[in-house]
């Protein structure tokens, strides 16, 4: 597969066992905030997301945690499991009249099982 | 099945010998954006477009070119392509702006 990330921050947790992975954002007029998820040799894909109105949403064994005040993203995934493994990016929207995307550096997940 | 499709996959090509990289949606979907991956660096936005023949600059425009003269197609062109725009590009699109994108599978490009 692709190689995306060759020195990316990495996240190694046992299967079975609660995952965190954390994103500081740049612009403080950011209000919208995506988690994608790239497998090798693929594109990101969408997990959850959040608007700036809100400070928690939970999905299917995934939770997003919006802190504005330090401009500090999380998504803690439950139960990890292997196929979980891959590697995260956030992705700050912001509207300038149009919607521009900034997407953070990524952290690599490894599951071991 | 929805999809982005990106058109070639691979591509190892000489300096200043231009090209185009597609990209088509099936979604209909009014938002599309081109990103360049470089390890360690995450994904760069290099053009967006609002809808038909609205395109903007992201944050790494420069050295390349885009069109919308319809919804569904998004094309990158690279009219000088020179070695630093060696990088994996991904296309993506979205029925707004402010909604999750879809991705398509990536173009590997080498500029040699």
């Known amino acids: 597969g692709e190689s995306v990330g060759l020195h990316l921050p990495t996240l190694s947790v046992q299967e079975g066992d609660n995952s965190i992975i954390n994103c500081a954002y740049s612009n403080s007029a950011s209000d919208y905030f995506i988690w994608y998820k790239q497998e090798s040799g693929k594109g990101p894909q969408f997990i959850i997301d959040?608007?700036?109105?809100?400070d928690k949403r939970q999905g299917q064994r995934v939770t997003v945690l919006l802190n504005k005040t330090v401009k500090h993203l999380s998504l803690q995934i439950a139960a990890t499991q292997p196929g979980d493994s891959a590697v995260y990016f956030c992705?700050?929207?912001?509207?300038?009249?149009?919607?521009?995307?900034?997407f953070g550096a990524g952290t690599r997940l490894f599951v071991k099982a | 099945e929805a999809q982005v499709t990106q058109n070639p996959r691979y591509l190892i090509t000489v300096t200043g010998k231009k090209l185009t990289v597609t990209c088509s949606q099936n979604?209909?979907?009014?938002?599309m954006s081109w990103y360049r991956q470089d390890p360690g660096l995450g994904l760069r936005q290099i053009y967006y477009?609002?809808?038909?023949?609205?395109?903007d600059k992201g944050d790494v425009p420069e050295g390349y070119k885009v069109s919308r003269k319809e919804k569904r197609n998004f094309p990158l062109i690279l009219e000088s392509p020179s070695p630093n725009q060696t990088s994996l590009y991904f296309c993506a699109s979205s029925q707004q702006g402010d909604q999750p994108q879809h991705f398509g599978d990536g173009t590997r490009l080498s500029i040699l």
């Open positions: 992705a700050e929207i912001t509207n300038t009249g149009g919607f521009k995307t900034i």
């Open positions: 477009s609002m809808n038909v023949e609205v395109t």
């Open positions: 979604m209909n979907h009014e938002y």
């Open positions: 959040i608007r700036s109105n809100m």
